[in-house]
Structure formats: structure tokens, C-alpha cells
């Protein structure tokens, strides 16, 4: 999906979020502000979520993340199920790929 693709009112998203070490975090936003969160929301990691990112990222003194909209749809449950798929595909839950702790 281009980042120039409109997240219509209404509709939820699944984004990937890419740090400077190439691993990612996969998430959802199925919140009423959805369309506001686009570039503002950036996901909401677990506590060990939370530690490995800090430990992995120590050495870095700037960072930049890029955020990539997957998968809209108006449909929470289209929405949840994209993302349980996305993680699986995308190997996301595998410490060497990603910052996901679950499917």
C-alpha cells in the first residue's frame, strides 16, 4: 500500500513499523480515531516488547522509524484477523525478525 493511500473515516488499519536495525513490530489500530492515529499512533508493545526494542537500540543516538499502512478495512474483525496473518507471513514473533510476542 502507498503511503499515499487515504485511510477513509470509518476504517481500521494493520501498519508495520520498521526500525534502523531492519527488525518490525506489526500492529493494528481498530481505535474510533483510526484516521487521526495514522501517523501519530506507533503501536503499544508489551513490557519485553518494550525491553528487547530498548536493549536493541541502545547504540543508537537517533533513530528513525518507518511506518507502513498494510491493510485497511471497516471491519474490526477483517482488521484483527489481517493481523494475526501478517505476523505469521511476516515472521514478526522470531527475535531475529521482529519485536512481536505473539500471532
Keep these: 500500500m502507498s503511503l499515499e493511500t487515504k485511510i477513509e473515516d470509518g476504517d481500521f488499519y494493520v501498519y508495520k513499523i520498521t526500525y534502523p ?12 480515531n483510526a484516521n487521526l492515529n495514522r501517523w501519530t499512533y506507533f503501536g503499544s508493545l508489551s513490557e519485553a516488547g518494550k525491553r ?37 507471513a511476516c515472521g514478526a514473533t522470531d527475535s531475529r525478525i521482529g519485536y512481536n510476542l505473539k500471532k
Design 52 to 88: 528487547r526494542l530498548c536493549i536493541d537500540l541502545a547504540d543508537y543516538d537517533t533513530i528513525t522509524v518507518t511506518k507502513e499502512i498494510l491493510f485497511t478495512s471497516p471491519i474490526k474483525e477483517d482488521v484483527k484477523m489481517k493481523e494475526s496473518e501478517l505476523i505469521a
Design 21 to 32: 536495525n531492519g527488525k518490525i513490530y506489526i500492529g493494528m489500530d481498530i481505535s474510533k
